[in-house]
């Protein structure tokens, strides 16, 4: 059971093991590189008139928001001259191009997004009070009910990870690689590291939904247990 245990673990953790260290293998500064990932998100956002988008560094994960079309890069992204920051720049870039192009999977992603996340942090909490509720009423509907509703929020949160693969896969491959294909912005030894990178970036997400899927299946496991 040990061991089984831990397989679990290590095929649910690997994906975001591995998108880390790719992501941190390559961010070693690149002082050859013709500017830093802010510097291209800026220049992409004005080549590609997208009229109204922004860049700005944040300490939140990078990110573009539809919200406040804003691209947002972490502070080692917007100020470094690494591949990594390159590729990342041009991915956020690509979903601001998704969102001037009406992309109905980014639109469907922007509407559910902030209701999952919410019903995703209500689920927690309802899990972590139905062992009380089991206790109060010493009777298995109502714990049954809760368990029912927490776990709901917690599967919806990683369906929605894993709709948006196609959305991220597209930012990835079919904006930022052409982006910097075409606009000689990489060379091509350094294409096959950057394609290394969009792949993380694309693949951030699937790895949130195999933590969520690892946080369902233990609270499952939990409350099967009382």
Same mark, same amino acid.
């Given at each position: 059971?040990?061991?089984? =245990?831990?397989?679990?673990? +290590?095929?649910?953790?690997?994906?975001?093991?591995?998108?880390?260290?790719?992501?941190?293998?390559?961010?070693?500064? @690149?002082?050859?590189?013709? *500017?830093?990932?802010?510097?291209?998100?800026?220049? =992409?956002?004005?080549?590609?008139?997208? @009229? *109204?988008?922004?860049?700005? #560094?944040?300490?939140?994960?990078?990110?573009?928001?539809?919200?406040?079309?804003?691209?947002?890069?972490?502070?080692?992204?917007?100020?470094?001259?690494?591949?990594?920051?390159?590729?990342? %720049?041009?991915?956020?870039?690509?979903?601001?191009? @998704?969102?001037?192009?009406?992309?109905?999977?980014?639109?469907?992603?922007?509407? +559910?997004?902030?209701?999952?996340?919410?019903? *995703? @942090?209500?689920?927690?909490?309802?899990?972590?009070?139905?062992?009380?509720?089991?206790?109060?009423?010493?009777?298995?509907?109502?714990?049954?009910?809760?368990?029912?509703?927490?776990?709901? *929020?917690?599967?919806? &949160?990683?369906?929605?990870?894993?709709?948006?693969?196609?959305?991220?896969?597209?930012?990835?491959?079919?904006?930022?690689?052409?982006?910097?294909?075409?606009?000689?912005?990489?060379?091509?030894?350094?294409?096959?590291? #950057?394609?290394? #990178?969009?792949? %993380?970036?694309?693949?951030?997400?699937?790895? %949130?939904?195999?933590?969520?899927?690892?946080?369902?299946? &233990?609270?499952?496991?939990?409350?099967?247990? &009382?």
């Amino acid at each position: 059971m040990v061991w089984l =245990l831990g397989l679990g673990l +290590l095929l649910v953790f690997t994906p975001t093991l591995w998108v880390r260290w790719v992501m941190q293998r390559y961010s070693v500064e @690149q002082p050859e590189l013709p *500017g830093t990932g802010g510097e291209l998100a800026q220049h =992409l956002i004005e080549r590609f008139d997208l @009229q *109204g988008v922004s860049a700005e #560094v944040t300490d939140l994960g990078d990110h573009y928001d539809p919200q406040s079309h804003m691209v947002r890069l972490s502070e080692p992204n917007w100020n470094g001259r690494s591949l990594t920051a390159v590729a990342v %720049a041009a991915h956020e870039v690509g979903h601001a191009i @998704q969102h001037k192009q009406n992309d109905a999977r980014l639109n469907a992603r922007t509407k +559910l997004a902030p209701l999952v996340h919410i019903i *995703g @942090q209500l689920s927690v909490g309802i899990l972590a009070v139905a062992p009380i509720i089991g206790m109060v009423t010493r009777h298995p509907v109502p714990l049954l009910w809760t368990a029912v509703i927490g776990l709901s *929020g917690l599967l919806l &949160r990683m369906l929605l990870h894993l709709v948006t693969l196609p959305t991220e896969w597209d930012a990835s491959f079919g904006k930022a690689l052409p982006i910097l294909r075409e606009g000689k912005y990489v060379s091509d030894a350094e294409e096959k590291v #950057v394609r290394r #990178v969009l792949s %993380a970036a694309a693949l951030t997400y699937f790895a %949130a939904a195999l933590a969520d899927a690892f946080n369902l299946f &233990r609270w499952a496991a939990l409350l099967i247990r &009382r």
